[in-house]
């Protein structure tokens, strides 16, 4: 069961900076209904929320108001890779809104994604092949309104007759 806890009650161990993301608090808040507080550290003011899937298992999410780059940071506990496949899941991200994974996660991001990769490229084929089959059809049309018009022209000696 998904839930959001308050900041307060932050879980030890959740401190490792293990993705960038490039959407802000507000778009996370509009597509996966996350509520983020204000609070600060010794940076900065931030924007800050922390999810909890139960059984031990949650994440944390945090903007400083004035970092240098746009976006969300995700915080995991150390050893957590199968934490990314969480977060994908319950902010329903795409690939490309991943700017930044911490080196001992790029794989569990790769793992991530590989469902969804097979699901787009069976998808691709698919169109690929429809659309093969769709110019296939228009090309035989194409030839054989072309061999009737040649027919007519054999048969008046070259010449083209009307109709």
């Known amino acids: 069961m998904t839930r959001q806890i308050p900041l307060d009650e ?3 161990g959740l401190e490792m900076e293990a993705l960038q993301l490039t959407l802000a608090p507000a778009e996370l808040a509009r597509r996966a209904g996350v509520t983020f507080a204000r609070d600060h550290d010794s940076l900065d003011d931030f924007d800050a929320a922390v999810i909890d899937l139960g059984e031990g298992r949650s994440f944390g999410l945090q903007h400083h ?3 240098p780059h ?3 940071v995700v915080l995991l506990e150390a050893g957590n890779d199968e934490g990314v496949r969480d977060v994908v899941r319950v902010l329903k991200l795409k690939r490309q809104e991943i700017t930044w994974a911490a080196p001992q996660l790029v794989r569990a991001v790769e793992r991530a994604f590989a469902g969804r990769k097979a699901k787009g490229l069976a998808d691709a084929l698919i ?3 429809a659309t ?3 110019v296939a059809a228009t090309v035989k049309l194409g030839m054989t309104a072309g061999m009737r018009g040649s027919k007519k022209a ?3 000696g070259g010449r083209k007759t009307s109709g």
């Open 10 to 12: 932050w879980p030890l």
């Open 65 to 67: 108001l004035n970092a």
């Open 70 to 72: 746009p976006g969300t």
């Open 127 to 129: 169109a690929t092949a």
């Open 132 to 134: 093969t089959a769709a």
């Open 154 to 156: 054999s048969r008046s």
